[in-house]
């Protein structure tokens, strides 16, 4: 009822009136302020932004226009369409522009120097499972290298302790790469990789190897008229060698003179002191150059001599020559043939005690493997390797032919000495008398049994049959 009082009275009625009409009023000023506030920030962020952005020589202040647009998608980062780049450029903001461009060059950086640093890892070799991190102390190491083509001692020496060999490697073929095109006069050409067709041909020439026509080509179209003349003085020294060689091998009525001739490589293997194979004796034979044939073997049974007297020990011995003497005892020697009393006085003359040694082992290996093998040996063996002092082989052969002898006359007693009984069955085998003193004593001691293969044999040997 209250409210229906209110309502219809029209004093309240007057008063709601005005309060509404206050408060729309006070609502529309403070909509009025917070818009101009509004306003003004915006047309401070917009005179801020042109001036970071180097456009204050566009006028138009309205935040309502493009370039403010523009200026705020850039300062957030958000990348221009080509319209808005268009619309700059019509403007002439090239500061601006530039400015743009470099930034949205800056927002992708990140990507790029990831970018960077796996392309160098790849090309320096670096193993897969190093560190990716662009933060990494290898990357201004390969940037480095990338750019200045050299790198500090500390710098080489902390890839090593990293083993990272294959890119310590391409740094020393760099290295070596600026080295040979200083050397050859060549550092006009710019290229330091050494996949370069320049550091092939470099290391060719450093070993004075031929060039093929497409390395002689490649050298004339880079103009490295330097190079080319090194080379070619090797060629022409090259050629007087074979000249040299073919004089000096029995060679020269052979018409060829070329350096890529089979003639060369083969005169060249020879002047190395290199063996020939078949084939080149064959091409030798075919060519009728019998006299280079018959130095090539001369050669070779040389290099075989040189190659004994290193084996036994008599490298000292200054004759090389395979007529030699020495070089007959060696081959027997290395033949497992037994050196006579003269090859061993020769080597005493010679004063080459090493070999006398090597040659005493070897023989006395040699009786060593007889005895073993059940051999008996003979008596000048035996006095060989006592005259030697080899008693611990003439022992080894005593047991063994004792073992033998104990076979034949049937002595199964594991225990039974040596002595007397080895002597005696030695003198039985010799058919020499026998002491019948000590045959008998030994027979009463029960040490021989009287109807036993040695008192039968002893009988025999005194023509009595028991």
Not at 343 to 369: C, F, V, W
Request: hydrophobic residues 40%; negative net charge.
């Amino acid at each position: 009822m209250l409210h229906g009082w209110v309502s219809d009275s029209p004093f309240f009625t007057m008063i709601a009136i005005v309060a509404d009409n206050t408060f729309n009023y006070v609502r529309s000023h403070l909509l009025s302020i917070n818009m101009d506030k509004e306003s003004q920030n915006r047309l401070k962020h917009f005179a801020a932004l042109k001036s970071k952005y180097q456009a204050t020589q566009y006028q138009d202040s309205s935040p309502a226009n493009l370039l403010y647009l523009i200026l705020r998608k850039v300062d957030l980062g958000i990348e221009l369409s080509d319209l808005e780049f268009n619309w700059l450029q019509e403007h002439q903001l090239f500061e601006t522009i530039e400015i743009i461009w470099l930034q949205q060059f800056k927002m992708g950086e990140s990507k790029r120097l990831e970018a960077e640093f796996s392309h160098l890892k790849a090309k320096y070799k670096v193993a897969k499972n190093w560190e990716s991190s662009v933060g990494n102390v290898l990357y201004p190491i390969l940037w480095k290298l990338e750019s200045e083509n050299s790198l500090t001692d500390s710098e080489v020496k902390l890839l090593q302790d990293n083993n990272l060999t294959q890119t310590v490697a391409i740094v020393q073929d760099i290295k070596r790469f600026a080295d040979l095109k200083e050397k050859y006069q060549a550092t006009k050409y710019q290229d330091s990789s050494p996949d370069s067709s320049l550091y092939k041909i470099l290391k060719k020439l450093d070993t004075e190897a031929s060039l093929s026509d497409y390395e002689y080509e490649w050298l004339l179209n880079h103009e490295l008229f330097e190079a080319i003349e090194i080379f070619e003085k090797q060629e022409s020294a090259r050629r007087a060698k074979v000249i040299e060689l073919k004089s000096k091998y029995q060679a020269s009525q052979h018409p060829d003179t070329s350096l890529s001739g089979q003639l060369y490589q083969i005169l060249q293997k020879l002047d190395e002191d290199k063996k020939l194979i078949y084939s080149e004796i064959y091409w030798l034979e075919q060519q009728g150059l019998t006299e280079t044939i018959a130095i090539a073997k001369e050669l070779e049974r040389k290099r075989e001599f040189i190659a004994l007297k290193a084996k036994y020990k008599a490298s000292q011995y200054q004759d090389s020559s395979p007529s030699s003497y020495l070089c007959t005892i060696l081959k027997k020697l290395d033949s497992e043939t037994h050196l006579n009393e003269q090859d061993i006085n020769y080597l005493r003359q010679s004063q080459l005690p090493g070999t006398i040694e090597i040659a005493n082992e070897k023989y006395a290996s040699i009786l060593k493997s007889k005895i073993v093998s059940g051999v008996v040996l003979s008596n000048l063996e035996v006095d060989w390797l006592r005259n030697n002092e080899y008693e611990d082989i003439i022992i080894l052969a005593q047991h063994k032919h004792f073992a033998a002898l104990k076979r034949k006359y049937r002595l199964a007693d594991p225990s039974l000495p040596l002595e007397p009984f080895y002597a005696i069955m030695v003198k039985l085998e010799k058919k020499e008398r026998l002491d019948p003193k000590l045959v008998l004593q030994l027979m009463e001691e029960n040490e021989l049994y009287h109807g036993g293969e040695i008192a039968l044999a002893y009988l025999q040997t005194r023509g009595r049959v028991l």
